[in-house]
C-alpha cells in the first residue's frame, strides 16, 4: 500500500471486471475506500469482497449508469458506507457489437453506448459535483485510441470516447474554479471481450504485440491502475482537462 490515497473515498463504475477492476485494485492498494458499481451483482460482489479479503475497504452497489435514479442511489450509498466522496472513474462501456461499417450498425447498439458512455458521464458529473466540490476532488474518465484517431470498423465506439475527450475539457474548464480535476486515461489492456477476441483467433494476440513499441498488451490492474492512482492523487493537483495514453506506444502518432 502506497498511501497516497489515503483517507479518500472512491466510485469506480463498471468496477466487477477488467479494467474498471484493475483500477479498483489499484486505488485500494494505495490506501482509498473503494465502492465497485456494476450492473451485475455476480460480478460487483465478489470484486468487492476480494478487496475486503486484500484487507481494503470495500462495498458494492449496484448501479446501471444510463439511469439518473441508479446513479443517486451509488452516490448515496458512497456517503452512507464511507463519508465522503474524492474521486470519481466512470469506465463502464457497453459492448461495442461486431466490427463493420457504419451501415451495419444496429441502431440500438448506438443508443446502448451512448447511454452507457457520454449520457452516464454527465449523470455521475451532475450528481456527484457537490461532493467533489467539497472535497476538492476529481472525476476519471475512460476514453480510448481509438476516440482520437477514429476507428474503420468500430465507428460508435470511437464517436462516444471521443466524446468523452469533449466533456473531460469542458468539465475541466467549468470546475477548474470549484477546485475539481478532470482527466481521462486512453488504455490499451486486456479486458473479457479483448480475451474473448485473442482466443477465438489466435493469431491476434501477436499482431497486437507487434504493433506495439513495448511488445506487450497491458495489464488493467499493474498498468493502467497505477495512471488512476496518479490522476486521483495530490501528485496530479496541477494538472486537468487531460488524457493520458497507457497503451504501451501504440499510438505514438496521437
Known amino acids: 500500500m502506497t498511501g497516497l490515497l489515503a483517507d479518500k473515498v472512491a466510485i469506480v463504475t463498471g468496477a466487477g471486471q477488467?479494467?474498471?477492476?484493475?483500477?479498483?485494485?489499484?486505488l485500494a492498494d494505495a490506501g482509498a475506500a473503494v465502492v465497485i458499481a456494476a450492473r451485475r451483482a455476480e460480478n460487483g460482489e465478489p470484486a468487492a469482497a476480494e478487496l475486503r479479503e486484500r484487507g481494503y475497504e470495500a462495498s458494492?452497489?449496484?448501479?446501471?449508469?444510463?439511469?439518473?435514479?441508479?446513479?443517486?442511489?451509488?452516490?448515496?450509498?458512497?456517503?452512507?458506507?464511507?463519508?465522503?466522496?474524492?474521486?470519481?472513474?466512470?469506465?463502464a462501456v457497453s459492448p461495442p457489437g461486431p466490427p463493420g461499417p457504419v451501415q451495419a450498425v444496429d441502431p440500438d447498439v448506438i443508443t446502448a453506448q451512448?447511454?452507457?458512455?457520454?449520457?452516464?458521464?454527465?449523470?455521475?458529473?451532475?450528481?456527484?459535483?457537490?461532493?467533489l466540490a467539497a472535497?476538492?476532488?476529481?472525476?476519471?474518465?475512460?476514453?480510448?485510441?481509438?476516440?482520437?484517431?477514429g476507428s474503420g470498423n468500430l465507428p460508435v465506439y470511437a464517436t462516444v470516447k471521443g466524446a468523452q475527450r469533449g466533456l473531460l475539457k469542458s468539465l475541466a474548464r467549468e470546475w477548474g474554479p470549484d477546485g475539481i480535476r478532470v482527466n481521462a486515461i486512453a488504455p490499451v489492456a486486456w479486458t473479457p471481450a479483448m480475451t474473448t477476441a485473442t482466443q477465438a483467433n489466435p493469431t491476434l494476440q501477436a499482431r497486437l504485440e507487434a504493433?506495439?513499441?513495448?511488445?506487450?498488451?497491458?495489464?488493467?490492474?499493474?498498468?493502467?491502475?497505477p495512471v488512476?492512482?496518479?490522476?486521483?492523487?495530490?501528485?496530479?493537483?496541477?494538472?486537468?482537462?487531460?488524457?493520458?495514453?497507457?497503451?504501451?506506444?501504440?499510438?505514438?502518432?496521437?
Open 135 to 149: 472535497n476538492r476532488g476529481t472525476l476519471i474518465l475512460l476514453t480510448s485510441p481509438a476516440g482520437m484517431e
Open 228 to 254: 488512476a492512482v496518479f490522476l486521483a492523487s495530490d501528485m496530479a493537483r496541477h494538472m486537468t482537462g487531460q488524457t493520458m495514453a497507457v497503451d504501451g506506444g501504440r499510438y505514438l502518432g496521437l
Open 211 to 225: 504493433r506495439t513499441p513495448l511488445g506487450r498488451i497491458g495489464d488493467p490492474e499493474i498498468d493502467i491502475g
Open 18 to 26: 477488467g479494467i474498471g477492476e484493475g483500477i479498483a485494485r489499484a
Open 60 to 91: 458494492f452497489v449496484r448501479c446501471d449508469v444510463t439511469l439518473e435514479t441508479d446513479v443517486m442511489a451509488a452516490i448515496e450509498h458512497t456517503i452512507d458506507a464511507h463519508g465522503r466522496l474524492d474521486v470519481v472513474v466512470h469506465n
Open 114 to 131: 451512448i447511454a452507457t458512455s457520454t449520457t452516464a458521464s454527465y449523470l455521475f458529473a451532475r450528481v456527484a459535483h457537490p461532493h
